[in-house]
């Protein structure tokens, strides 16, 4: 009797980790996120940076990233001075980018089942101190403990006040295409 | 200028010196200024192992400087060329690559150091524990809503020594 009392004990507590840790909320400090604004007559304006905060709540369906703007790192130097200056992100003012988002369809993704599934998510993108409305699909692979998510979306570079000749003379995109990447746990 | 004017203008040894001359000229600004438009389209950041180390810090307290007052702290550092000292606390893979990170333990801040392609095999021999300096550019440190906590990224890093 003991022992049977014991094994559901513990059949009880392996089964509250394992759903504390479906629950819990995932982080990485390592998320990607890279953006290109390149266009047919120029190839330089793109740029990574691979040390993006990013959290997946499956608790409350929540997305978010957070990324230091000047570590946006571009092949040319010059580039990654103009990105930075004022005219243009004025980083020093404005030194992050967040997204705060919601997956919508979250009936469409089950967190505690391994498998690759396809989420809509809807959230406020804030760069340069303006915040607008962003909706994406966004791809999660759910393997064990770790989430892996994928998104490629536009923005419009008017929405943020970012403007300059470079844009008008078609050197740089006016809606470059952003691709976010993490693996979370 | 109708073509007459312009065979006359010809004809003439004066004008077609100074039609020589800023032909010449015209070309020569023509191609100076390619060259200056190629020599920065194609310019590429210098490998971080050799230049020159603006700061040398140990990894707690310079944490602990953003920790103190961030702007003063990114007004001293940003964009300038730090070689850290530290105790390598994670690893994370980053797409292909890998960022190493020193934490604080007590307050959770970290820095966290993105490498230069070049050098992405010394980060990769890096393990948890590890007694290292990593030289790299500072971009800033700043507060995370996210984690709560301060966080100071670097990028084009290279290790210094291990």
């Known amino acids: ?185 | 200028m109708n073509q007459i004017d312009l065979y006359v203008m010809l004809k003439d040894p004066k004008s077609k010196k100074i039609l020589k001359w800023l032909l010449i000229s015209g070309s020569s600004l023509l191609l100076i200024g390619i060259a200056v438009y190629f020599y920065y389209a194609t310019r590429t950041h210098e490998d971080t192992a050799g230049l020159k180390v603006d700061y040398t810090v140990e990894a707690i307290p310079f944490i602990k400087e953003f920790e103190k007052d961030y702007k003063v702290a990114n007004k001293k550092y940003a964009e300038k060329i730090i070689a850290v000292k530290g105790i390598v606390t994670a690893t994370e893979p980053a797409d292909t690559t890998m960022n190493i990170k020193m934490s604080d333990s007590t307050s959770g801040s970290y820095l966290i150091f993105a490498f230069q392609d070049q050098h992405m095999s010394e980060a990769k021999k890096l393990k948890p524990g590890d007694n290292v300096v990593i030289k790299g550019s500072c971009s800033d440190g700043i507060y995370s809503e996210i984690l709560g906590i301060y966080f100071i990224s670097f990028k084009r890093s290279t290790v210094e020594n291990n």
Do not use: C
């Open chain 1, 1 to 185: 009797m003991k022992i049977k009392m014991k094994r559901t004990i513990l059949s009880l507590m392996i089964v509250t980790i394992s759903m504390m840790g479906f629950a819990q909320k995932k982080t990485t400090t390592s998320a990607t996120i890279a953006f290109d604004a390149s266009t047919a007559i120029d190839n330089l304006p793109k740029a990574e940076n691979k040390t993006a905060i990013a959290a997946i709540d499956p608790a409350k369906n929540t997305i978010q990233f957070e990324a230091a703007i000047k570590n946006f790192a571009f092949a040319n130097p010059r580039i990654q001075e103009h990105f930075n200056q004022k005219g243009w992100m004025n980083s020093d003012e404005f030194p992050k980018a967040t997204f705060n988002g919601i997956i919508t369809n979250s009936s469409a993704v089950n967190f505690k089942k391994d498998g690759t599934y396809t989420v809509a998510v809807e959230g406020d993108l804030t760069i340069k101190g303006k915040t607008q409305k962003v909706n994406t699909a966004a791809t999660i692979v759910v393997v064990g403990n770790t989430l892996k998510t994928s998104a490629t979306f536009s923005v419009k570079l008017a929405d943020f006040d970012i403007d300059g000749s470079p844009v008008s003379a078609g050197k740089v995109s006016r809606e470059p295409k952003i691709t976010v990447s993490a693996e979370l746990n």
